[in-house]
């Protein structure tokens, strides 16, 4: 008995959402950090990332399957698609920082197709036009009554993070948008 390892179910396992306009999918499970840096360490660790950091509002960077994201300042979340070892190549940067990995704390739901948009504003007050929030654009907002991490990966596909505990909620104020999106 002592050689069963306990895995942990994604939170949205198999859940499928949408309409004829939108598909809602849960996002495959991934690696994050909350990764906090100085300015003057930006460089090192962008390197020992391999995704150079973004410094202004409103980025992201991607490269090789990891994503950056600005969420402020001296904040950013760090995700890698393939499950990748970011905490380790957090601290092989040798710099000062504080990284923290929280990839068991969010869950990610992906958002696409010609209504996403109208579906995300259903909660999200932002104006999530091209314009406004164009490819690559990320922010910290609200979406219903839960805070998100919003990321537009193409014109017709959003990355929506939220913590794990709310994504349940997340994924079913989704999916009721979805049924009134012509």
Same mark, same amino acid.
């Given at each position: 008995?002592?050689?069963? @390892?306990?895995?942990?179910?994604?939170?949205?396992?198999? !859940?499928?959402?949408?309409?004829?306009?939108? !598909? @809602?999918?849960?996002? &495959?499970?991934?690696?994050?950090? =909350?990764?906090?840096?100085?300015?003057? *360490?930006?460089?090192?660790?962008?390197?020992? @990332?391999?995704?150079?950091?973004?410094?202004?509002?409103?980025?992201?960077?991607?490269?090789?399957?990891?994503?950056?994201?600005?969420?402020?300042?001296?904040?950013?979340?760090? @995700?890698? &698609?393939?499950?990748?070892?970011?905490?380790?190549?957090?601290?092989?940067?040798?710099?000062?920082?504080?990284?923290?990995?929280? =990839?068991? !704390?969010?869950? %990610?739901?992906?958002?696409?197709?010609?209504?996403? *948009?109208?579906?995300?504003?259903?909660?999200?007050?932002?104006?999530?036009?091209?314009?406004?929030?164009?490819?690559? %654009?990320?922010?910290?907002?609200?979406?219903?009554?839960?805070?998100?991490?919003?990321?537009?990966?193409?014109?017709?596909?959003?990355?929506?993070?939220?913590?794990?505990?709310?994504?349940?909620?997340?994924?079913?104020?989704?999916?009721?948008?979805?049924?009134?999106?012509?």
């Amino acid at each position: 008995m002592a050689d069963q @390892i306990a895995v942990r179910k994604p939170v949205l396992q198999g !859940r499928r959402g949408g309409s004829a306009t939108v !598909r @809602i999918t849960p996002a &495959e499970p991934a690696s994050r950090v =909350s990764l906090r840096a100085r300015d003057g *360490e930006v460089a090192a660790l962008s390197k020992s @990332i391999g995704v150079k950091l973004p410094v202004k509002p409103k980025t992201s960077a991607a490269a090789k399957g990891r994503l950056a994201f600005w969420l402020g300042p001296d904040e950013w979340l760090l @995700i890698d &698609e393939t499950g990748g070892d970011l905490m380790g190549a957090c601290t092989a940067s040798g710099v000062v920082h504080s990284a923290t990995d929280v =990839s068991h !704390r969010n869950s %990610a739901i992906l958002v696409s197709g010609p209504s996403a *948009e109208a579906v995300l504003n259903a909660g999200c007050p932002q104006d999530l036009s091209l314009a406004a929030f164009p490819v690559g %654009a990320v922010s910290r907002t609200i979406f219903g009554k839960i805070e998100i991490v919003l990321y537009r990966v193409d014109e017709e596909t959003f990355r929506v993070e939220c913590w794990r505990s709310f994504a349940d909620y997340a994924f079913g104020l989704l999916n009721e948008a979805a049924e009134e999106a012509h």
